[in-house]
């Protein structure tokens, strides 16, 4: 079956470490690791910073939550959790795309930071534009989960879920700092997973380990009212009545009936903001995108 790319004419990808981040403090050495690292039989090698409660509490699930700061030897910042907040990975991609951060990821218990000194070759075939220079990475490792897995009332709206005039149905998963929310022309940054009422995953941002970048006046009505409603660290549930999703569009391959989603917003900005940075809305709208 093809893939069904959700709700959208146009899709522009925002994978984390393609794009300048915000710089942070750079630990030394950068080029390789102090006499009193542990090394490991891959060639990496690791300090443990703050331990985590269990070391023997390893993510042995499909997905990895994590926060990530990280720089190449020449200084630069590569990746900076305060401004992209903690990440969901599959560890799939992971694995083929960065195994030496899969590495780093999978030895690391849950709730543990460590300092990971890392090779090119081991980091290869690495993140989109990376220099071939070490690296080093400060990992936090924040547990294992599917987020693609249907959550229990996905098949009929909960009681305790509330609704809009419209019938869009919504819950509030977990809010962040709050502030601005997006207008109906702005680009938004999200993950998200997409379900029917059956528990079928019909299509996820999560699956493909990247982030989405979707114009709203391009997108079903209720994502268009649901977005309205979120800031930046918002996770919510959608139920989203077949009249404000697919039914009457006439899009081939798309879901029928009731559709639930779990969205996350990151980020949002106009247009014209996110073309000037490259598509990069993270950096796009400052005011609108506190740190954090």
């Not at 534009?129 to 490792?141: I, K, R, Y």
């Not at 995953?201 to 079903?220: A, C, H, M």
């Not at 959608?238 to 969205?263: C, K, N, S, T």
């Amino acid at each position: 079956m093809p893939r069904f790319v959700l709700l959208v004419l146009l899709l522009l990808a925002s994978l984390e470490g393609w794009a300048a981040v915000k710089p942070l403090p750079a630990p030394r050495p950068l080029d390789a690791p102090p006499a009193q690292a542990t090394g490991t039989a891959t060639g990496m090698a690791y300090q443990v910073l703050t331990p985590g409660p269990d070391p023997s509490n390893l993510v042995r699930e499909p997905f990895i939550e994590y926060r990530l700061d990280g720089w190449s030897a020449d200084g630069v910042t590569r990746f900076n959790a305060a401004e992209s907040g903690s990440t969901v990975s599959p560890l799939r991609e992971l694995v083929r795309f960065q195994p030496g951060l899969a590495r780093a990821l999978l030895t690391t218990p849950v709730g543990e930071t460590r300092r990971w000194w890392l090779t090119a070759e081991v980091l290869a075939p690495g993140y989109p534009g990376m220099p071939a220079l070490p690296h080093v990475m400060d990992v936090t490792v924040l547990g294992g989960s599917d987020p693609t897995r249907a959550p229990p009332d996905v098949a009929v709206v909960p009681a305790d879920a509330q609704r809009t005039p419209s019938g869009l149905a919504y819950k509030v998963l977990a809010r962040g700092k709050g502030g601005a929310t997006p207008a109906p022309g702005d680009i938004v940054l999200v993950h998200y997973t997409g379900w029917t009422p059956d528990g079928r995953v019909f299509d996820s941002s999560l699956r493909r380990n990247v982030r989405s970048s979707l114009p709203l006046d391009q997108v079903i009505s209720g994502w268009r009212e649901g977005m309205g409603m979120m800031a930046r660290g918002d996770r919510f549930r959608f139920w989203i009545p077949g009249e404000l999703a697919y039914d009457a569009v006439p899009m081939q391959g798309a879901p029928r009936g009731m559709l639930v989603f779990d969205v996350t917003l990151y980020g949002f900005a106009r247009p014209g903001q996110a073309q000037a940075h490259g598509g990069n809305i993270m950096a796009a709208d400052p005011q609108a995108l506190p740190e954090g």
